[in-house]
Nanobody, 122 residues
Framework: QVQLVESGGGSVQAGGSLRLSCTAS????????MGWFRQAPGKEREGVAA????????AYSDSVTGRFTISRDNAKNTLYLQMNGLKPEDTAMYYC???????????????WGQGTQVTVSS
């Protein structure tokens, strides 16, 4: 059973930065496809960034391209999301997920973490 644990959320002012982490266990980490998603109150879950752990292929949503960077440390079984230039509209619960391919579509992911809250004030 894959287990995913996120950390690193918090409250920042607009223009600030945060780095989210997601530690994975219970699976062959190097063969995983993983993604970051977010969900604001009253909105659907939105794909933010995705990566193939084994090869590094990435995908980003238009709303975060140029501001967010997804990366991984295979030695630590950890996925990261570096978020720079944060905006109030980035406020949401952020989740990491593991699935069978690089995708920004939540329905394609099988395993989810519990989420970490990011709040950006203007």
């Amino acid at each position: 059973q894959v287990q995913l644990v996120e950390s690193g959320g918090g409250s920042v002012q607009a223009g600030g930065s945060l780095r989210l982490s997601c530690t994975a266990s219970g699976y062959t980490y190097s063969s995983m496809y993983m993604g970051w998603f977010r969900q604001a109150p009253g909105k659907e879950r939105e794909g933010v960034a995705a990566i193939y752990i084994g090869g590094g292929s990435t995908a980003y949503s238009d709303s975060v391209t140029g501001r967010f960077t997804i990366s991984r440390d295979n030695a630590k079984n950890t996925l990261y999301l570096q978020m720079n230039g944060l905006k109030p509209e980035d406020t949401a619960m952020y989740y990491c997920a593991a699935g069978p391919l690089v995708s920004l579509v939540a329905a394609r992911y099988n395993y989810w973490g519990q989420g970490t809250q990011v709040t950006v004030s203007s």
